[in-house]
């Protein structure tokens, strides 16, 4: 008897280190590390340097970066990380204090970026400002939103990661060359589809389009602002605006945006769209945005 619980206890301790060993070696993972703030720049770094490294994102289910706080893994996942991507201007990335400690790591993907200003400034203001103005000291944040700002951000982290890696430059090249070859088509498919357009005006709930319709002489009309409520006086403004443009579409981020967007569409008779500015497939996200525009074109 004595023996063969000896004989069971010792096949149950094999077992269960077995399992540990499983565990520990699916676990495992030496890669360097890069970290992003946002899904899209996860996709487009992937994009150059495919799985030489592990890409942690920072806000990987699309909460709201002016009130998001990493979390602990994030923050250790920065301080041993090769380079942290930044967009710029999120209050999160400010707040994680990197300065001090390790400034060579932070690097911003705005970089280079023609910034708009104003759509972020003042709640009552419901049209987009198309030329950068210095007057507005707060920038807008979703540089992401725009194929030709893809293609500067994603430059930035080639240089970036050449660096760390200079082993694999020419490999990166590359795959950046293939990458921005395919962004410079999607620009020029999106600006011959949109220039076609006999209306030039959507309407978004949050100001998250601003370098997009940039990019193609549209014209945003965002309903409200930073997750903020807007007046009733405000709101019949906004649909009386959207009438004038003939708004046939109304994009809104589906368990972020206010209830009050089913109000705005039904006063204007547009039609709701659901989109996620930051969700993983960023490319996809962008052609939707322009089918739905050229819907019935």
Known sequence: MKTKCTYQATAVALTLLAIGAGCRSNDADDRPVLVVSIEPQKY??????????????????GDNPETF????????????????FTTGYFPFESNLNLTADNPEIIISTSEGIDLIYGTHAHVDEHHTFLHADSTHQVPDPHV??????????????????????PDKADTYTGNFNRFDQRLDSLDRSFSQRLDSLDHKSFLVW??????????????????????????????????????????????????????QAEAVNSGVGSRLVPINTSQYDWEDGMILIVDELTAGK
């Open 69 to 84: 706080e990493p979390s602990m893994s994030g923050r250790m996942a920065v301080d041993k990380a090769d380079a942290y």
């Open 144 to 165: 992401w939103t725009s194929v030709r700002n893809a293609r500067m951000m994603s430059r930035t982290m080639l240089e970036t990661v050449k660096r760390i890696n």
């Open 206 to 259: 949050h100001p998250s389009l601003s370098y997009f319709a940039r990019d193609y002489g549209l014209e945003q009309i965002a309903v409200g602002s930073e997750g903020k409520e807007s007046s009733m006086n405000s709101m019949r403004r906004v649909i009386d605006d959207a009438r004038a443009d003939s708004v046939s579409v109304f994009f809104y981020q589906r368990d972020v945006d206010s209830r």
């Open 44 to 61: 487009m770094l992937e994009q150059i340097v495919g799985d030489d490294f592990k890409i942690v994102t920072l806000m990987p289910n």
